[in-house]
């Protein structure tokens, strides 16, 4: 099975910044693209964006974009948030997973924990 393992999630103020990184192992299938959600208290998990891994082409929704950005290590299997100018409405656990987060071959993560709070 690939694993899939969020970090660098934390408590910051509003304006802070923030990169969490995705390491992906193991497992046999591929994967066209990796992508980020997210899931805030009482609301359902939300993409946020996505990066191919054979190419450099990534996009985010409207809501986090100029503030959030994907990036990627092939040589590492690890995939980058880097969020920019924190809003409170960011606060979220903060999962990776392929672009649909329907492939049974990736399970769900435990995620990372992001609040932004003053």
């Known amino acids: 099975q690939v694993h899939l393992v969020e970090s660098g999630g934390g408590l910051v103020q509003p304006g802070g910044s923030l990169r969490l990184s995705c390491a992906v192992s193991?497992?046999?299938?591929?994967?066209?693209?990796m992508g980020w959600f997210r899931q805030a208290p009482g609301k359902d998990r939300e993409f946020v964006g996505a990066?191919?891994?054979?190419?450099?082409?990534?996009y985010v929704i409207d809501s986090v974009k100029g503030r959030f950005t994907l990036s990627k290590d092939n040589a590492k299997n690890t995939v980058y948030l880097q969020m920019n100018n924190l809003k409170p409405e960011d606060t979220a656990v903060y999962y990776c997973?392929?672009?649909?987060?329907?492939?049974?071959?990736?399970?769900w993560g435990q995620g990372t924990q992001v609040i932004v709070s003053s």
């Open positions: 990066i191919s891994w054979s190419g450099d082409s990534a």
């Open positions: 997973n392929v672009e649909g987060g329907r492939n049974p071959a990736f399970p």
């Open positions: 193991g497992g046999t299938f591929s994967a066209d693209a």
